[in-house]
């Protein structure tokens, strides 16, 4: 009794095995013409949400930009200089 349990209970575990290597199998068939369309198509972003995200993301980055500083003020300028001609 207890062996045919044991025995039950190794079928039903493999079973499980063989259900997920099938699984893991198929395959799906697709005209040529149809996978060129989805190699092509999956360098774009098509996900509303990531395009919402990149959207905040420039959004972002252009009020950044209207705090870049490209020039340094005199005072600084004047300043660097006159502590390079003291280590000279």
């Known amino acids: 009794m207890k062996d045919d349990l044991e025995d039950s209970k190794d079928i039903a575990e493999q079973a499980t095995y063989e259900d997920e290597s099938a699984k893991a199998r198929r395959t799906v068939t697709i005209p040529l013409r149809e996978y060129d369309e989805i190699k092509r198509d999956e360098h774009f972003i098509k996900s509303q949400t ?33 502590e390079r001609i003291e280590e000279s």
């Open 50 to 82: 990531l395009i919402d995200i990149i959207d905040n993301i420039e959004r972002l980055v252009r009020a950044l930009r209207k705090h870049i500083i490209r020039k340094w003020p005199e005072e600084f300028v004047l300043w660097h200089r006159w």
